[in-house]
């Protein structure tokens, strides 16, 4: 037997639990005319009513009547699991392994808790150790995969996390969280399939609506996003990260008021989401409210001090706001706290630009390139940049590059600028 065991509901029983003792109550006389295995049979009848707090009360009278059965103990402490009381359930985990050394869902369970309350790597301990007594536990696989997700550790996520599925074809929680996965890695058609297939199997999970909205908003589909995540927060309405991905949708699509609505709704729910405030200084920063998108800034590097984004568009606000020397220090710090962040380059050569430190910018904006080849506004940078130097050939070559790639998006002043120089080209030869 195991807690998600569904049992039929008698009257009898009903009234048996109006005189159980509740969570915290655990040395309240049970009836005494029950074993420990009717009061688990009770129990779970109660687990299947969603009933948790008389779950608890009578996994506790089987204890009483054997306290050698690890199965109560476990289950106990799924239930206060459930109710949030986690270290009462870990307690219970611990004693679940103490009186039986191989039950590896006890494992995976105390490192579901382990993980929720952030320490990963003690979770990571427990589902492998899960693993190892199971092999064939695909929840053990999810869970480890999930962590390793935490950890930004993607392959060895995307390892787990197809274990997981080798084994359930199914299971739409690994489903989802690969598609997280892959979402991570903007391996968007992946991550949309995946979430997709997860649908198909349950139409009604809100996780897996939110991550094939950010699969769609990856390929820049932003009514099909809004359409998911609409849809998500129908079903979860508490969900914080789909009004974050809402948000960003929004913004995509240049619905700067409903971006700035999401992102303060995720905000409210969740005072220390750094992403949020960042993202709404984004769009404050698009509408010129720079006092505003500056404030949002300030709270998300309060929140994350080493939030790499976060400085580099506060270098720029700081341009905006004519404040130059403040703005290089923010630069400077964002590529030292990330040295793989593209924008971070090409805004710091941006400010070298603005302070005529051309050599600086060509090197800032080449290093752009090379960790971001696509990166169209780098090449436009460069061309920019070599022109001040009088570097015509290397000019000319980067701003047709920059406007190859943006086609009739490219603005018009940079298009007489390359006509002036290749212009200039041609006289010269």
């Keep these: 037997m195991r807690l998600l065991r569904l049992f039929s509901t008698t009257a009898v029983l009903f009234c048996l639990a109006l005189a159980l003792p509740t969570a915290g109550q655990e040395s309240t006389p049970c009836p005494p005319d029950s074993d420990a295995p009717a009061f688990m049979e009770q129990g779970y009848t109660r687990v299947s009513q969603y ?77 492998s150790e899960a693993i190892r007594l199971d092999p064939g536990l695909a929840p053990a696989y999810n869970n480890r995969g999930r962590a390793y997700l935490r950890l930004r550790e993607y392959q060895r996520s995307l390892d ?91 913004a995509g699509a240049g619905d700067n008021p409903r971006a700035i609505a999401d992102f303060s709704a995720a905000i409210q729910q969740q005072e220390n989401y750094a992403d949020a405030y960042y993202e709404r200084g984004r769009v404050y920063a698009t509408m010129q409210r720079y006092d505003d998108a500056m404030a949002d800034y300030n709270r998300a590097l309060e929140i994350r001090p080493a939030y790499a984004a976060a400085l580099s568009a506060r270098a720029v606000i700081h341009v905006r706001l004519d404040d130059t020397e403040a703005a290089l220090v923010d630069a400077v710090e964002a590529v030292q706290v990330d040295p793989g962040f593209a924008e ?86």
Excluded: H, W
């Design 160 to 250: 787990d996390l197809n274990q997981a599925i080798t084994l359930q074809p199914n299971y739409t929680n690994a489903l989802t969280n690969r598609a997280t996965v892959y979402n991570e890695l903007k391996l968007y058609t992946q991550a949309l399939e995946d979430a997709s297939n997860a649908l198909a199997v349950d139409a009604n999970v809100p996780q897996a609506y939110n991550q094939r909205g950010r699969a769609y908003f990856g390929l820049a589909n932003y009514e099909l996003a809004l359409g998911d995540f609409n849809r998500a927060l129908e079903l979860s309405p508490n969900l914080v990260t789909a009004y974050y991905n809402r948000g960003r949708a929004y």
């Design 51 to 127: 009933d948790f707090p008389a779950a608890v009360a009578l996994f506790t009278c089987a204890i009483q009547a054997d306290p050698t059965l690890a199965e109560a103990y476990q289950n106990r402490g799924a239930a206060y699991t459930l109710l949030r009381e986690y270290q009462l359930a870990i307690r219970d985990y611990n004693t679940t392994i103490e009186l039986e050394p191989s039950y590896a869902k006890a494992y995976n369970n105390r490192g579901n808790i382990l993980l929720e309350v952030g320490e990963v790597p003690r979770a990571v301990a427990d589902f």
């Design 344 to 429: 971070a380059y090409y805004n710091r050569g941006s400010i070298y630009f603005t302070l005529q430190n051309y050599e600086g910018a060509v090197t800032d904006f080449d290093i752009a390139l090379q960790l971001d080849p696509g990166y169209a506004r780098a090449y436009l940078g460069l061309g920019l940049a070599y022109a001040r130097q009088a570097l015509y050939p290397e000019a000319a070559a980067n701003l047709r590059t920059y406007a190859a790639m943006m086609g009739d998006q490219t603005e018009a002043s940079v298009l007489r600028t390359l006509a002036d120089i290749e212009a200039r080209l041609q006289a010269e030869s």
